[in-house]
């Protein structure tokens, strides 16, 4: 994907590539885009990719989901963290 390429390559030699690294990036370039933006560089993807993107959308919200549950087991009934 394009805008992943550029990514990396403009911060390949500033960060170390760990995730809090990548959060910060994601976060960054994720604030500066809108909705339109967004389905614009979905449109972009090729058919390996969206697929690759819906998966990894599925595994880390069913990820977040279970984890809740976890949470709720831990802190009691009142936990509840939305993820988004």
Do not use: S
């Not at 170390?16 to 370039?29: K, R, Y």
């Not at 994720?30 to 599925?58: A, P, S, T």
């Amino acid at each position: 994907m394009k805008l992943i390429d550029e990514l990396f390559e403009l911060y390949r030699d500033k960060l170390t590539g760990d995730e809090e690294d990548l959060d910060m990036i994601t976060f960054a370039v994720l604030e500066g885009y809108d909705h339109e933006d967004l389905i614009e560089i979905v449109k972009e993807m090729n058919e390996y990719e969206l697929h690759y993107f819906i998966r990894l959308y599925m595994l880390e919200t069913l990820k977040g989901k279970f984890a809740q549950i976890e949470g709720r087991k831990e802190n009691g009934p009142d936990y509840y963290k939305p993820l988004h």
